[in-house]
C-alpha cells in the first residue's frame, strides 16, 4: 500500500490519523486557535518517532512480548477495551483528541512508530501529488494546506516520504480543475488519478490482506523447544482463556514440563520436540501443537493443559490443587481420562 500510495494508510486507514484530521479540521471550523508548527522545529520533532521505534523495538525484543500493545491508542480504539488495554492507552488517545484540535496530526507527524516505517518506504512511493508550473499562479494555497509542512508551491511533484495523499492540497488549489494540481502515477502509469482510484486501490490492498489472513491465518504466537524428528503428529484444538501474547507464554508453560505430562515422558528432563503455534484472541482461540509421536500421544497433550496444579509460589506445601485456567473445547478431562479422579 506505502509503495504505491505512501502513507495513505495514515490519512485514510487509520483510525488514530483518520480521527486526528477530522478533529483539526473541527478544530479549525470551531475558531479553536491553531499552533502550527512548522520548519526545523517540526522535522526536529519528526525525529522522535524513530526514537519511539527503537524503544518499542528494544523493550519487545527485551521482553519477547507486545509490552507497548497495551498503551497504544490506535489498538484501543480498534479493541474491546478489554484487560490488555492499559489506563495509559486513554490517556495517550485523549492527549492526541485535545491536542489534534489546536495542532495538525501531532501523533502522526512526531510520535507514530508505524510512520517511522512508513516513511522512508514511502519515498519510493509511485503515486505523487504533481504540479504544473507553468500554470500555477503561485498563490501558496496548496502548502498552506498540507498538513505535513510540505513545500506543494514549490515542487514539481511531491515525493516525500512524510505525504500521506490526504489531497488537502489539490482540495485546496484554485487551479485544480485546470489540471495545474493534481495526483497520479509516472506519466507511463496514466499520468493522472481522480480520488475514487485512490480508494479502490485503498480497498484492494485491504481486501488483500484480509483474504491472506484467511487463506493463510499466520500465528501470532510460535514457539518451539528441541530438534524437528522426522515424523511429528500435529493436534489442532481450541482453548479458553487465550487472549493475548501472555497467556501463549502461559500455555508453553504448560506444555514445557518435567512430570507426567512431560511431552517425553521416556527421558524426563531431557525435553524433546514440540511446537505450539497460537492464535490469541477473546473467546475460543486456536493453537497447534506439534510434536514428537514417539514420546507423547494426544491425551498427554491435553492432560498438559488442562491439569491442574499447585501454586507453589503461594502454597509451598502443596495442599490445595488449582483449577487451570485453560480449557480445551469438546474435552472434559474428567471424562476423557477418568484416573484423575483419583488425585
Ligand atoms: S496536502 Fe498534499 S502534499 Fe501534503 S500530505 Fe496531503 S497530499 Fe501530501
Ligand atoms: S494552490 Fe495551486 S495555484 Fe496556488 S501555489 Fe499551489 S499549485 Fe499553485
Redesign the pocket.
Known sequence: MTILLRRAFCSHVCPVGTLSEWLGKRGAAFKVPQLRVRGRIDRALGLLKYVVLGLVLWATLSARELVFRGACPAYALISRHGTDISVWAYVVAGAITFTSLAVVLPFCRWFCPLAAVLTPLSKFGVARVK???A?????????A?CPMDIA??QLPQVTEGRCTSCLS?VD?????SDG??YWGPPGWMGDRWSRAVLFAMLLVCLAGAAAAAYLVPLPSYVKSRGTPPERTRTLEMRVSNLSCRGRANLLFWYLDRDDMFQLNSSVPGEGTYFKLEAWPGPGWSRIRVTYDPATADDDAVRGAITEPYFNLREDRLQTQWMEPPFGIEGYDPLTTDPGRLAW
Do not use: F, I, M
Open positions: 504540479r504544473e508550473g500554470s500555477c499562479t503561485d498563490c501558496g494555497r496548496c502548502a494546506a506543494v508551491d492540497c485546496a488549489c484554485p487551479k485544480a495545474t494540481l
